[in-house]
């Protein structure tokens, strides 16, 4: 489903990404981990095609088709989902009428629309919070169950979701995690997850895990492995064993 | 006392200040218009231009109408007990009604009062007695089909003690040509009664518009005002004064303008908390688009003890050629006062575009989402249908930029 190789990344003139090589088929979902400005988010910005981020070098290929030249936009359409680790806030803006236009942009229109909003805001538990504004005053729990949300509710291919546990406590982590679950195991698309500490891999049932360190991609493999030694040993482990692989 | 005495009174006053400018917005000379009846006599085919400003000559939903085309009363109807819907030279052939004549907005305000004193032809009258709370909206339009003429409706709203009423006021232009509106509102809130105001604007470019609106509020009472400007006009400066008189009463004054084409807009209003325990805000929502120059004021007095106000102005730039300027005023004449404001220009965000984009939308949904959220504003106080309406006419303004 998905192919990278080679990919270089710059954010202002700086190379984020040194050179990153992935591939991800169908039905998977591969955790991304990695320590604080590893360059992560940069990689799934890049692969969506946010503007802000340029490919240097190197292929995205999605389903068959080279992403690098395409926009945002025609790559939201070919069914690349983002889900943000900080989405902006949008004052006057109401969870619901954000959830409807997506709907609708699916094709889903009156009743089929109120019914496919009611499973998904059941799903991730945001009934209450269906006629706030997007984002103004939500806990970080409620931040990112709406974020998420919205990503499910546009049903992409490939979903491809920044740090959906971080500052989420186990509660939240119970609704989070089995939802993405649900979609990926029920829609057949597949999903990139990034995340720092690894206590939503029990959720999701990864099917593989690379390591990113300084831009690039330094360990891959079963998930449960590298999550337990990454919890053990932190990252500074996946170093020592880069230098010793060298 | 009978109507002659009263005018013959205010007439000296008037002619005074017959060349005095107002404080703000653009100055105009009167020789350049005519305040006569004008040719206008009914409102038919202006039906949809009316419904985009709220009236529904059809009448459903409504409790009272009044039509005015040009400076001529067309039609007028009550069909609620303790409501009165009347021209005004009806209305004042009752003396007791002299009493709110020219006594909430001074004739010798400036130059477009005592024209519009002057000249006076019409306007409408709306009375609500005691204890009525009328359930669903009264309906004033006034359409501008003369060219070249002075329209200059003088509006009295009187709302009894514990008495409620939802006036929607529709005004429009039918033609292209030059005009100038000149509407004088006075609206008396009695001990515990409410008022919400709705007025829908949507002039041309070549009309230049100056409402006078003053208000006075006595205990308890309540009054909400929405106004929307919708089209391009070629200048409009208003600055209702909403002065809470009575304990604990309370306002709130909305607005959302439009400034499109070369709109000269000078819009603003102030409340003066006059009495203890008194609170309102006012806020404004200002897009300036083309090359439209928009100054958005508001200003809050604190003039009694335990009194809490608040200004909230916002700007949004979609166009290198326009400006829109800010001016939030505060002023406390008394210690214990709460009076605050919030005050923000810009434009439209780019991290929140690309959110947008991200989330499946094209640029331009993105940017109609963004505008719509910029638009929302509290319609507080209104019935659920008007609220609907309301909210309609927001989504398309979102949608034709």
Known sequence: MLYLKGLVVELGGRTIIKGVDLSLGDGELALLLGPNGSGKSTLLHAIVGDPRYRVASGSIVFEGKELTGLKMEERVRLGLGLSFQFPPRLKGIRLRHLMLRILEKRGLRGTEAEDALEEYSRLLRMESLLDKDFNVGFSGGEAKRAELMLTLAQKPRLLLLDEPDSGVDVENLGVIGPAILHYVSSNGGAAILITHTGYIARHVKASGAYVLLDGRIVCSGNPEEIVSNIMQHGFEACEECRRARR | ?401
Not at chain 2, 30 to 55: A, D, P, R
């Open chain 2, 1 to 401: 006392m009978n109507l002659e005495d009263a005018r013959r009174i205010l007439k000296p006053k008037a002619e005074k200040a017959l060349a005095k400018p107002a404080p703000h917005g653009l100055d105009l000379a009167l020789s350049g218009f005519k305040l006569e009846t004008g040719f206008g006599t009914s409102v038919e085919g202006s039906e949809k231009t009316l419904e985009s400003v709220g009236i529904d000559l059809r009448e459903r939903n409504r409790s009272g109408s009044y039509y005015q085309v040009d400076n001529r009363a067309v039609y007028s109807s009550a069909r609620q007990g303790g409501l009165t819907v009347k021209p005004l030279n009806e209305a004042l052939r009752n003396p007791e009604n002299l009493d709110y004549y020219w006594k909430a907005v001074p004739v010798d305000t400036d130059k477009y009062t005592a024209a519009a004193f002057l000249g006076e032809k019409e306007g409408y009258f709306i009375r609500v007695d005691d204890g009525v709370d009328v359930a669903t909206p009264v309906q004033a339009c006034l359409l501008l089909k003369t060219p070249g003429l002075i329209q200059a409706p003088h509006n009295i709203v009187v709302v009894g003690e514990n008495a409620g009423v939802h006036v929607i006021t529709g005004c429009a232009a039918m033609r292209e040509e030059a005009g100038l509106h000149i509407g004088v509102s006075e609206f008396y809130v009695k001990k515990g009664g409410t008022l919400t105001f709705t007025m829908i604007h949507s002039w041309s470019k070549a009309v230049h518009v100056r409402p006078r609106t003053v208000v006075r509020v006595e205990e308890g009472g309540v009054f909400i005002s929405h106004y929307i400007n919708t089209s391009p006009v070629s200048s409009l400066q208003t600055y209702p004064v909403a002065h809470l008189d009575g304990r604990g009463s309370r306002a709130h004054l909305s607005s959302i303008i439009m400034g499109r084409g070369a709109s000269q807009i000078d819009v603003g209003g102030a409340l003066e908390l006059n009495s203890p325990g008194c609170s309102g805000e006012i806020m404004s929502r200002t897009i300036g688009l083309d090359s439209s120059v928009t100054v958005a004021r508001a200003r809050v007095v604190g003039g009694a003890p335990s009194v809490k106000g608040h200004v909230e102005c916002r700007g949004l730039l979609l166009s290198n050629e326009s400006r829109i300027d800010a001016i939030p005023e505060l002023e406390a004449r008394v210690q214990d006062v709460q009076l605050t404001h919030e005050a923000a220009i810009g434009r439209i965000a780019e991290e929140e575009l690309l959110y947008l984009v991200a989330r499946g939308f094209t640029g331009e949904e993105a940017k109609s989402i963004i505008v719509r959220g910029f638009l929302q504003v509290e319609l507080s106080g209104l019935p659920e249908n008007l609220v609907k309406y309301l909210e309609g006419i927001l989504d398309s303004l979102a949608a034709s930029l």
